[in-house]
């Protein structure tokens, strides 16, 4: 095979495995009252809400996921396929807590997997580690200040 046939195809090959490789998963930081940090990764389309925490087997201490929505809605969670216990906290466009759901747990392998509906309209939804909106005494109208390069919407 020529050096010219070879370098097409390393082309093709390189560009192929790009196309459908998952893009890097985008990162903001979430500054709790308590004036603790965390790591948020950014879900902002419908495919990164999706898939979320499913199948995560852990999440750290100062790790989190925010979901990003396009507008204001009762935006409902499911824990389906999801290994561990979550906290959601849902917020206003301007950051402040709206509603909470505490020590929610996976769904079982088989049967009813319930969705989790707020009361209220929220723009975005932190999941955290179970445990992390009673450690940090997050209640609702709490700020919460997240950080992101570009600004979330």
Request: proline letters at 7%.
């Amino acid at each position: 095979m020529s050096k010219a046939l070879r370098a097409v195809f390393f082309v093709l090959a390189v560009g192929c495995s790009a196309a459908v490789a998952a893009p890097a998963p985008r990162w903001a930081v979430a500054v709790l009252p308590s004036g603790h940090e965390f790591a948020l990764e950014v879900a902002a389309d419908d495919i990164s809400r999706q898939r979320g925490y499913m199948g995560r087997e852990k999440i750290g201490p100062r790790e989190g996921m925010i979901f990003v929505f396009d507008d204001d809605g009762r935006h409902s969670f499911w824990m389906k396929d999801c290994k561990v216990a979550l906290d959601m906290v849902w917020l206003d466009v301007s950051g402040r807590v709206v509603w909470t759901a505490v020590n929610r747990a996976p769904c079982p392998a088989k049967g009813d997997c319930p969705s989790i509906v707020p009361p209220v309209s929220a723009r975005f939804v932190v999941e955290f580690a179970a445990g992390t909106v009673t450690a940090e005494s997050l209640n609702r109208g709490d700020a919460v200040v997240v950080l992101s390069d570009p600004p979330l919407r």
